[in-house]
């Protein structure tokens, strides 16, 4: 069983940069052939695929976020990170950390998810 977990800081200010790390158990990130994202939900909205890192260390972003995100990954502790840069209070979201057997797509595994909020 794959278990995902986020952590982090709840709390941001604006301009300031979010870090995220995702830590994984019962499998690891470097298993072909899958990805690993992040997802966040804004509240009262839907959700948003931000980017991903393959088993390979591929990343993938989305195009609205590439300039400002960067997704990373630590294999000796199985964890993968994401940093948001430069926040806004549009950025305030839930964030998942997910498995997929495709880039965006087939998640199979979902971590319990972390509210950030950015505020001055």
């Known amino acids: 069983q794959v278990q995902l977990q986020e952590s982090g800081p709840g709390l941001v200010k604006p301009s300031q940069t979010l870090s995220l790390t995702c830590t994984v158990s019962?499998?690891?990130?470097?298993?072909?052939?899958?990805?690993w994202n992040w997802i966040r939900q804004p509240p009262g909205k839907g959700l948003e695929w931000m980017g991903a890192?393959?088993?390979?260390?591929?990343?993938y972003y989305s195009p609205s976020l590439k300039s400002h995100a960067s997704i990373s990954r630590d294999t000796s502790k199985n964890q993968f990170s994401l940093q948001l840069s430069s926040v806004t209070p549009e950025d305030m979201a839930v964030y998942y950390c997910?498995?997929?057997?495709?880039?965006?797509?087939?998640?199979?595994?979902w971590g319990q998810g972390t509210l950030v909020t950015v505020s001055s």
């Open positions: 997910t498995r997929g057997a495709t880039m965006r797509g087939e998640y199979d595994y």
């Open positions: 890192i393959a088993y390979d260390g591929s990343t």
């Open positions: 019962g499998g690891s990130i470097t298993t072909s052939y899958y990805y």
